[in-house]
């Protein structure tokens, strides 16, 4: 029993620490927008403000499906759970060396890139949507 209860705790500790992360990171999202905004550079506002907003659906997706699975005595992550999340990122991470490969390839043609960091923030981007999509696929699929 008592193992139980110092595990239940840990996962509303990681759940909480969750949230506390994602807030930070809207809150350095809206800053960033809103100095853009300042200095007249209203993509880059809006492109903040789009981020924030993401972030902030995910998290409460997050918060609310974790919060019911601990009210109703269920683990934050099973054995299901896990294998979900490694399926999905050994697809992603597959997929995304070919996603590296185009923006390689097509970088000095297509694509256009201010400098080396822009170009890596829109691979690790990709990636993170990568894995989002197969997370989404596999958590639906039956493995």
Known sequence: MKAKNKTARNEK???????ILSL????????WSLTSFMRGEITGGILGIIIAIT????A?????RGNR????GYPLKD????????K?????????????????????????????SQ?????VGGMALLFLIFWIYYNRKEI
């Open 13 to 19: 500790i990681r759940l909480i620490a969750i949230i």
């Open 24 to 31: 930070l990171v809207i809150a350095t999202g809206i800053l």
């Open 55 to 58: 972030i902030l659906a995910f």
């Open 60 to 64: 409460l997706f997050v918060f609310v």
């Open 69 to 72: 699975d601990l009210k109703g």
């Open 79 to 86: 054995e299901r759970s896990r294998r979900v999340i490694e």
């Open 88 to 116: 999905a990122s050994s697809t992603s991470f597959y997929v995304s060396l070919y996603l590296l490969l185009a923006i390689g390839y097509f970088s000095d043609s297509a694509l256009k890139f201010r400098d080396v």
């Open 119 to 123: 170009a890596t923030s829109v691979a």
